[in-house]
Structure formats: C-alpha cells, structure tokens
C-alpha cells in the first residue's frame, strides 16, 4: 500500500472496547496483526465481538485502550474520511442505499473519488458480472427489487467498487445457497489472490473460514483464542478450536466430507 | 338569491380574496419550509436543543390563534395590520409539523444504511444531501403537507387583522345571520383548497418514498406530468404572489394618508365608512382596516396603526378601562374622556346621537304570553329557560356576570356561550330562550323579537363615539372638521335602518352610506 512495507496492514496493539452500559468489555486485551496481500479469517460464535473488530480498524469505533493501527499510523490520527475510502466494508446485512439504484450504490464511492461517468458504468459492469449478476438486468434495480443473497453481492461490489487496498466483509456470503456460496467463496479467494488484496473476513462457518483463509483467528467472548493457519487449525488442541472441528466431524460423518483438503 | 347567482354577483371580489387567501398559505409555508427545515436538521446533530427548541414550537401550536395576532399587532416590524402580521402568526404555526418531521424523518433513516455511508467515506454534508434527506423526504413532506392545511385553515382568520382572504366572507355571513351564501363562498373555496394542497402534496410525497422506487415507477410518465403539475402550480403562486407584493408595493408610494379602522360588526363598519367616504370627497386618501376582531381595533389605534375607529362609551369604560359599571351617561362620557387622553394619547369625539346598548331579546310569542315587558319580569321564568350570549357578554365587566347578579337571574343550564349573530338565529328557532344582542341590530322587528327594558339600570350607557390619536388629529386637521358635522347626527332608529338595509336587504355599506350622507346633505 504505502513504501513503508515493514510495517503491518492492520495491527490491534492491546486493545480493548467496552461500553458505560455493560460491565464486561465487549472487547479485550487484542493483540493481533494483518499483513499485506493476507486473507484474515475471524472466525466464532455469535456475539463474541467480530462486527465490533471490523468496526474499531475503520474507526466506526475507537478503542477505549490500546491501539489500532493501520499502515503503522493508529486510526484516531487518520482522516477518517481518507481511511474509509481506503478500505471497502461490506456490511453484514448488505447496508445498500434503498434510495438508490444497483448502479449508484456500486458506483458511489467512485463517485465521490471523482471518476468519469463512462468509467464509473464500466466498473459497475465489471463488477456485477464478478459476482455473477447480469448487468443489463439489475444496474437499474433497487435493492427492494433484489433477493437477499442478491442483495449481499451487490454489497461485495460495491466495497470492491472504487479498488481499495484493504477489505473487510462481514458475513458476505450469509445469505446465499450452498452452490452459489461455494463459486463465489472460489472466485474470491482467486480475486484476492490475483489482486494482491488484503481482507479481513468474518465468518462462524468453519469451512468457509478453512476455504478462505491464509490464517484464521478463533475469537471468544471479545478475546482472541487462537490464531493459526488452516492446516495448524485442523489440528490444534484448544479447547474452542477442538469445539469448532467437532461440528465439522459430525457433518463429515453425516456427508462423507474430507475437510481439510482445499 | 341562490348560491349561483351570488357567485354571478361576486365572482371578482371572491376571486381576489381566493387569490389572498392563496397568498397568505404559500408565502407562510414556504418560509416555515425555508426555516423549519434547516432548524429540524440542525436538530439532529445538537441534540441538547432538541427539546427546548420542539417545546417552544409546542407552545406555539396551542396559543389560539386570535390571541397570537393580538400579541403581535403592537410589536415593531413584524407587528401590524395585515397580510405581515397574519403571515408571521401562520409561519408560527407551520414551524412545529415541519421541524418535526424533519427531524423524525432523518433520526428514522436505517442505522444500517447510515452506517454503510459513514464506512464508505461520505462526509457529514454528503450523507445528509445524498442519504438521510432522500430517505427522509417523504416524512418531511407529510410535514409540509400537514403545515400547509393548517394555514388553509388558520388563514380563514387572518381576516381579524385585516390580511383578507376567505375569512372575510366566513366571518361576514356568520355575522349575517341567514346569508348561507356568504358562508358558503367563504368556507367551500377554504375546503377545496386544503384538499388540493393535501392531495398535491400527497402526490409528490409518493414519488419521493422509496417503496414508490422501483423500475417501472421511475419511467412512469404520469409520473413526470403529475411532477410537471406541481411544479407549475407553484411557480404561478410565486409568480401571483410576486406580482401582488410589486402592486402594494407601487401603491404604498402614494400611501393612504388616513387609515381608518372598525370593529367587526356591521354598525362598526358602517361608522366608519362614514368617515371614509366624508374624507375622501375633501379629496383625502383613505386606507380601510374594517373588520378587525375581538380587541385588535383598541390595541391597532393604541399602537398607532391605525387612526381612527367607532367605540362605545360604555365598553371602553368598562372593557378597555376596566372600571366598575355605573349609568349616569354623562359622567362616563367624561371619564372616558379624561381616562383616553391620559392613558393612550387618545381622543373622544362628542357623542354621536345614539346608544347601541345591549338588549335583552326574548321570542316576541313568549314575551306576549307571558307578557313580559322588564327583565324584572322575566326573571321566574328563567329557570326554565336557557341562554345564548356572545363571547363578548360573556366575559366582559359589565356581561353576564354583573347582569345575573343584578337581576339574581338563573336559568336551567349554563348559557351558551357562541358567536353574537348565530344567537338570534338560536332565538328564533327555539334553540335558546334569551339573549343578549344589541339594541340596533336592525332585524330585531323583522324577526318578531321583544326587547326587555332594563327596569333596574344596570347596562352603563353604550353611546357611540369615534376614536382617534391626537397625532393623527394634528397631522390631519380636516378630520376634525369632519367629525364635527356628525355630532349628534345620528338617531337610534336612522342607525337601526341603516344596519337593515345592509343585513337584511343584503346591499353593500359603501352604497347604503353614500344613499345616508346624500340624504343627510353633508
Ligand atoms: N453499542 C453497544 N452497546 C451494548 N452492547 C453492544 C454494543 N455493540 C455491541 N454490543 C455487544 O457486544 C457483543 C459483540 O457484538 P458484535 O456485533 O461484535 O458480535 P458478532 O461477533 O459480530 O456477532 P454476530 O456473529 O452475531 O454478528 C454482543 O454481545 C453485543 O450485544
Ligand atoms: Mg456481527
């Protein structure tokens, strides 16, 4: 991203986030980093404070302690608006403008960054056909004229539209059928992988996570449990992690599914 | 006369007080909209002023509406006589719906849809203009919508202050007892008008919800007409209205050296157009500000709005003055007087030869059965009877109260208490049993009324007078010379015909007083 490559992506440095109304911290003592061009899976139960993670690194929230950096400057020195614009969300119940078209809710970050009209079409072409929906049929829906799962792909679009460097997604894929889940989960990974994109992905689907990910992060009750490769994954002795590939074993038996081996 | 042949007859004059009426609505609206929305935006990012602000803007909502055009006649710059006055009153009026649902209209946008915005990079100004104020839109416009009958409404009574509009017939044919056409052509265009601005802005708040955003709709040609419509009918408000504000603007350079006013009664009206017509054959410029209700007539001479208007004795010593009721006319006359100059740099001109007192009316059947001649004698029967008295009697010093103890009357139930002229229309038709009207209300004969004679003297004498500022004496002397000529020149029973021939043999006051001051060979 910048010339300073020495320095991580994302980097939590002891953070925790809690709020005047719950005694508990909704996050705590996090320490954890991101590199350049790394699929970052966070993966665990719900309500253990993944949304709230995503949230502190585009500084939709700060840490009460602690910092989150991102290219080695903490968020609260960036210009929020100049970080947000550097890093494409995507938001876990899609978050679309209903106000506007398939087109301007992909096209609007390009937009604001001040791109030709014509350019802007193109991309939103692009895009569309990237997540498999046909451009000549839905660029002038609006979001209430689309399913669900159709509804989450505009939202992938969308955060890729204006091509920042850094994505985070929030359970993109939720809401989609097993087959379309499985070529978009394909096409992403290649996607970042030719792009050299960097994402930071929400999930509590643990073969989404072992797809997916370079390295996958356990989270539990706001605290990072384990953070390993795949295939370290697969064979770790935590205690939550052996909890998650016990689910996966007992759908193994059920659909003879070898996990594991991507 | 048939209500078609009344339009026939006033087709002019009630289109221009449609065309006023129109005026006062849009105008008012559209500042409140120039005001209501901004503050209801500011609203949402201080949330301190929230409350306060949406309390103040409560407030103003329940302060009835005649009460708020009094307070605002005496104050500098946005006080006055006229469209000004009415036009602040109903922006008043119109701010709360507004603010309101602005500020209910953006609070209600999707967390999550803002929150998509605010992580996309939108700054603060472009999430409002590009997402909060369309999806708020079409709430905000319920506002506008909501504000705008409102002023269809209060506009009605704008005519009070002199600022026109469809009130001028509603309050005349409530006046006019039995003139339903008056009524009519005053509340029928009023209604049509609040149904259009509701339905209009209906429209255009459909357009602008986002279930209405969908393919077919945005290519809908109706649609684009439908928007072409609006568009049209406002432009040619504004244009009117520009129009309208250029004309009283031109007039305003020769400006009305003399500005007359009267209560809202025929009788006061008639007085004062008396005046009018005598200055203006010496060649003087006259600007009527007739018809002004309740006690905005005292509060606009005090206040120097307008110069001149007709009282009685009896009510500005005991209504304006506040002083305890007593009946030698001569000391009441002189104390008056005494109390004007003083108090309000005000002038009393000598008596004009009649009293308009208040009389107590009984059904003419009744008083010949009974044969009641006194209030005296009427006071058995009261208990069995009930009242129907003006708002005025009703809360005056020398009304009700004073009058009933005087008398120890009692009637069955509490009087109504309603408009003066819908009481003898009570009377007649047996909806109530007594009244108090005035003693030269000129259809007091025509509709076999009894007058009770008030044996005990309690009402103080109510002998009409003109007032008028001493500056505006100095400055016009030839007021002066005509006031003189109308001491003691009108009878009790010249007035009662002149108010007949104008309530009931329905011929205009300017005409009526032209036919009096030829006769009279002023
Ligand atoms: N503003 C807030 N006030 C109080 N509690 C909050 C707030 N925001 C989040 N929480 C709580 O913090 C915890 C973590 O929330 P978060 O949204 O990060 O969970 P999550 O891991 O994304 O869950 P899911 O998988 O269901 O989306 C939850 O228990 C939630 O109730
Ligand atoms: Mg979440």
Not at chain 1, 151 to 156: A, D, E, I, M, Y
Not at chain 2, 40 to 65: C, D, E, F, H, W
Not at chain 2, 129 to 141: D, R
């Amino acid at each position: 991203m910048t010339g300073v490559d020495d320095n991580p992506l994302v980097e939590f440095r002891d953070v925790s986030y809690s709020v005047p109304s719950l005694s508990s911290p909704i996050i705590s003592d996090l320490d954890l980093k991101v590199e350049q061009g790394e699929i970052l899976v966070l993966l665990g139960e719900s309500g253990c404070g993944k949304t709230t993670t995503l949230r502190l690194i585009n500084r939709l929230l700060t840490p009460t302690s602690g910092r989150v950096m991102v290219e080695g400057k903490p968020t609260t020195e960036w210009d929020p608006i100049r970080l947000r614009r550097r890093i494409g969300y995507v938001i876990q119940d899609a978050g679309l403008f209903p106000h506007f078209t398939v087109e301007r809710n992909i096209g609007l970050v390009p937009s604001l960054e001040g791109w030709e009209i014509t350019r802007v079409k193109e991309r939103v072409t692009e895009l569309l056909s990237l997540v498999g929906l046909d451009a000549d049929k839905f660029a002038q829906r609006f979001p209430r004229e689309l399913s669900g799962g159709q509804r989450q792909r505009v939202g992938v679009a969308r955060a890729l539209a204006a091509d920042p460097p850094l994505l985070l997604l929030d359970e993109p894929f939720g809401a989609l059928d097993p087959l379309r889940r499985a070529s978009l989960q394909r096409e992403f990974g290649e996607l970042t992988r030719r792009l050299h994109k960097s994402a930071i992905f929400v999930t509590h689907d643990l073969r989404e996570a072992l797809r997916l990910g370079s390295r996958i992060a356990l989270m539990h009750a706001g605290r990072l449990a384990l953070v390993e490769t795949p295939e370290n994954f697969l064979n770790s002795n935590e205690e939550h992690a052996r909890a998650y590939l016990e689910t996966l074993q007992l759908h193994d038996d059920e659909e003879g599914f070898t996990g594991g081996n991507r | 006369m048939t209500f078609w042949t009344f339009l026939r007859q006033n087709w002019n004059e009630m289109l221009t007080l449609v065309h006023q009426h129109l005026n006062l609505v849009l105008i008012s609206t559209s500042i409140a909209v120039v005001i209501g929305i901004p503050t209801g935006i500011l609203l949402t990012r201080k949330q301190a002023l929230r409350n306060p602000v949406l309390g103040i803007a409560n407030v103003m909502q329940t302060i009835p509406s005649l009460a708020l055009f009094g307070f605002l006649i005496p104050l500098p710059f946005i006080g006055g006589i006229g469209a000004r006055t009415a036009i602040v009153a109903l922006v008043l009026y119109a701010l709360l719906p507004i603010i309101r649902n602005t500020v209910t209209g953006i609070l209600g946008v999707d967390r999550n849809v803002r929150e998509a915005a605010v992580a996309m990079g939108m700054t603060d100004r472009q999430i409002l203009w590009q997402v909060e104020l369309p999806l708020a839109m079409s709430v905000i416009l319920t506002g506008v919508r909501v504000a705008m009958v409102i002023c269809v409404g209060v506009a009605t009574i704008a005519s009070a202050v002199g600022a026109g509009g469809l009130g001028v017939y509603i309050f005349r044919g409530l006046r006019d007892v039995g003139n339903t056409n008056l009524l009519l052509a005053g509340a029928l265009p009023a209604a049509l008008m609040a149904l259009m601005a509701d339905f209009s802005l209906g429209l255009l708040e459909q357009h602008f919800s986002v279930e209405a955003k969908t393919e077919k709709k945005r290519a809908s040609i109706l649609n684009k007409i439908v928007l072409a419509v609006i568009a049209l009918v406002l432009v040619g408000g504004a244009y009117g209205t520009w129009r309208a504000a250029r004309s009283r603007t031109q007039s305003l350079a020769g400006r009305a050296r003399v500005v007359l006013g009267s209560k809202d009664f025929t009788e006061s009206v008639l007085l004062a157009e008396i005046v009018a017509q005598l200055l203006e054959v010496r060649g003087l410029t006259v600007e009527r500000q007739f018809e002004l209700g309740g006690n905005l007539p005292h509060d606009a001479l005090v206040a120097g709005r307008i110069d001149l208007y007709p009282e009685y004795t009896g009510t500005a010593y005991t209504a304006i003055l506040h002083n305890p009721p007593i009946n030698d006319p001569r000391a009441v006359y002189e104390q008056v007087k005494r109390e004007y100059a003083e108090k309000f740099n005000v002038e009393v001109s000598p008596p004009l030869g009649f009293e308009n007192t208040f009389a107590i009316l009984v059904r003419g059947t009744e008083a010949r059965r009974l044969k009641l001649k006194t209030i005296s004698d009427a006071v058995s029967h009261a208990r069995r009877w009930r009242a129907g008295f003006g708002q005025d009697f009703m809360s005056r010093a020398d009304g009700y109260s004073g009058f009933s103890k005087a008398y120890g009357l009692k009637f069955a139930e509490q009087p109504r208490e309603m408009d003066l002229s819908l009481t003898y229309i009570a009377l007649a038709s047996n909806k109530v049993d007594l009244i108090a009207g005035n003693s030269t209300e000129g259809r007091i004969a025509a509709m076999d009324l009894v007058q009770l004679e008030d044996d005990r003297h309690y009402f103080p004498p109510y002998e009409a007078v003109y007032l008028m500022r001493k500056d505006s004496l100095a400055r016009v002397p030839l007021l002066r010379e005509v006031l003189a000529k109308l001491v003691d020149a009108i009878t009790t029973e010249e007035m009662r015909g002149l108010n007949y021939e104008v309530d009931s043999n329905k011929r205009g006051s300017s005409e009526v007083v032209r036919a009096w001051i030829k006769r009279k060979g002023f």
